[in-house]
């Protein structure tokens, strides 16, 4: 039967497969698993990659928990005005816990700001405000946003076992779900300001089209991971020189990485004097910590002016390997303003995230989550064990599992 003039076109189905792969060909050429959902105006225009494979959440945990912290609040069970955490955060109320403005620290109880003054990305915030959902709810937290937003909304691979800041896990397809029903109930990307992410062109791409009215504040943190990976290689390119230069470079591998602050006193003066010798390690270990300097300025003109001045510098320091620094800075100029004026961060967001991305690769076949659990504990302890061990039945030496 053929549809009357009247009848309204039909949407397009979805791209899938191979047909979605050909419209989105970058992701043939990233080396892990990979799931993208494209929609838009309530409906699915593609589907690439493992979109029903299990990804870890991670932060986006924190809406998903944040929109059954509403339906809370719409129900008459929970108040945006009611106090956070009165003992602990004087103040601070629960809309403040949803800005992350209540002034906690990311992940600990330190107060580092009165309540309203200043936006702080906190995990800890966001862990008060799932003890105040269970209180509130006399439920259990997973329980309550199972059956509040999971179970409504057919997000049925969707979990979140433990904290409310990170521990959620699902599937690209129905975490698309949930991006329309924001969409749907006035989520609104226009309303977004600022956006913190590092250099990568994804980012520089994504963020205008999607985030039309944010600012892109690339940040002192990303600034000089940037400047700390570029340099290898330096100081043993140069101590193959000649005697002289690997005398002068031998046993210091370890003392141009770190700041003066994390160095022994005979460590900083060798240091200090090896850096009055005209070394091209020397150089490169000074575009490592310049970006940090130069990005701390009061001003977003005086910021400007010293990076300007750094990279001018880089280019004549004759050092090749920190040139891209240099160029990567110029190119993305406009997206690094002074650190001081935004103070948004994920530099211990993202230090924590490398290293528990290091604890799920050393945990691969251990067979359960307790287990990744305690490596993640264990690692970000900064715990020390010995390199080797004794296996019990062998008595032959194996690597040990943590270093």
């Given at each position: 039967?053929?549809?009357?003039?009247?009848?309204?076109?039909?949407?397009?189905?979805?791209?899938?497969?191979?047909?979605?792969?050909?419209?989105?060909?970058?992701?043939?050429?990233?080396?892990?698993?990979?799931?993208?959902?494209?929609?838009?105006?309530?409906?699915?225009?593609?589907?690439?990659?493992?979109?029903?494979?299990?990804?870890?959440?991670?932060?986006?945990?924190?809406?998903?928990?944040?929109?059954?912290?509403?339906?809370?609040?719409?129900?008459?069970?929970?108040?945006?005005?009611?106090?956070?955490?009165?003992?602990?955060?004087?103040?601070?109320?629960?809309?403040?816990?949803?800005?992350?403005?209540?002034?906690?620290?990311?992940?600990?109880?330190?107060?580092?700001?009165?309540?309203?003054?200043?936006?702080?990305?906190?995990?800890?915030?966001?862990?008060?405000?799932?003890?105040?959902?269970?209180?509130?709810?006399?439920?259990?937290?997973?329980?309550?946003?199972?059956?509040?937003?999971?179970?409504?909304?057919?997000?049925?691979?969707?979990?979140?076992?433990?904290?409310?800041?990170?521990?959620?896990?699902?599937?690209?397809?129905?975490?698309?779900?949930?991006?329309?029903?924001?969409?749907?109930?006035?989520?609104?990307?226009?309303?977004?300001?600022?956006?913190?992410?590092?250099?990568?062109?994804?980012?520089?791409?994504?963020?205008?089209?999607?985030?039309?009215?944010?600012?892109?504040?690339?940040?002192?943190?990303?600034?000089?991971?940037?400047?700390?990976?570029?340099?290898?290689?330096?100081?043993?390119?140069?101590?193959?020189?000649?005697?002289?230069?690997?005398?002068?470079?031998?046993?210091?591998?370890?003392?141009?990485?770190?700041n003066e602050a994390s160095l022994t006193e005979g460590q900083?003066?060798?240091?200090?004097?090896?850096?009055?010798?005209?070394?091209?390690?020397?150089?490169?270990?000074?575009?490592?910590?310049?970006?940090?300097?130069?990005?701390?300025?009061?001003?977003?003109?005086?910021?400007?002016?010293?990076?300007?001045?750094?990279?001018?510098?880089?280019?004549?320091?004759?050092?090749?390997?920190?040139?891209?620094?240099?160029?990567?800075?110029?190119?993305?100029?406009?997206?690094?303003?002074?650190?001081?004026?935004?103070?948004?961060?994920n530099a211990v967001p993202g230090g924590t995230s490398s290293?528990?991305?290091?604890?799920?690769?050393q945990a691969r076949g251990l067979g359960n989550l307790e287990?990744?659990?305690?490596?993640?504990?264990?690692?970000?302890?900064?715990?020390?064990?010995?390199?080797?061990?004794?296996?019990?039945?062998?008595?032959?030496?194996?690597?040990?599992?943590?270093?």
């Amino acid at each position: 039967m053929r549809p009357s003039a009247a009848d309204p076109p039909a949407a397009p189905r979805p791209l899938k497969g191979d047909a979605a792969a050909r419209v989105l060909p970058a992701l043939e050429g990233l080396g892990f698993p990979t799931a993208v959902v494209v929609t838009e105006g309530g409906r699915v225009l593609a589907e690439a990659g493992a979109v029903d494979e299990i990804f870890s959440f991670a932060s986006v945990t924190k809406p998903i928990v944040a929109w059954s912290a509403l339906v809370a609040v719409e129900r008459g069970m929970l108040s945006l005005d009611d106090d956070a955490a009165p003992d602990l955060l004087p103040g601070a109320t629960i809309r403040h816990l949803l800005a992350h403005a209540s002034g906690i620290a990311f992940d600990s109880d330190a107060v580092l700001a009165p309540p309203g003054t200043r936006r702080i990305y906190s995990n800890r915030g966001i862990e008060i405000l799932g003890r105040r959902l269970v209180e509130a709810t006399g439920a259990g937290l997973e329980e309550w946003v199972e059956t509040t937003v999971l179970e409504p909304l057919g997000m049925a691979s969707v979990l979140i076992p433990g904290s409310p800041a990170y521990s959620g896990e699902g599937s690209a397809a129905d975490l698309s779900v949930f991006a329309r029903e924001l969409a749907e109930h006035g989520g609104d990307p226009e309303a977004v300001r600022v956006v913190t992410c590092d250099l990568s062109p994804a980012f520089a791409k994504g963020v205008p089209g999607h985030l039309p009215n944010a600012e892109r504040d690339d940040g002192r943190f990303h600034v000089t991971r940037l400047a700390t990976r570029q340099p290898g290689g330096v100081r043993s390119a140069e101590a193959r020189e000649s005697r002289e230069k690997r005398a002068l470079l031998a046993r210091t591998k370890y003392i141009w990485p770190g700041n003066e602050a994390s160095l022994t006193e005979g460590q900083a003066e060798r240091k200090r004097t090896l850096s009055r010798e005209h070394l091209r390690t020397a150089r490169a270990c000074a575009t490592r910590e310049a970006p940090r300097a130069a990005c701390d300025c009061g001003a977003r003109d005086d910021a400007g002016s010293e990076l300007d001045a750094l990279c001018s510098w880089i280019m004549h320091s004759n050092v090749p390997q920190t040139r891209t620094v240099a160029r990567t800075i110029r190119e993305h100029r406009a997206e690094i303003p002074d650190h001081s004026g935004h103070r948004p961060a994920n530099a211990v967001p993202g230090g924590t995230s490398s290293a528990v991305q290091s604890a799920k690769r050393q945990a691969r076949g251990l067979g359960n989550l307790e287990y990744l659990e305690t490596i993640i504990y264990l690692k970000l302890g900064k715990l020390r064990f010995p390199q080797t061990s004794l296996c019990a039945t062998h008595q032959k030496p194996r690597r040990a599992l943590f270093k």
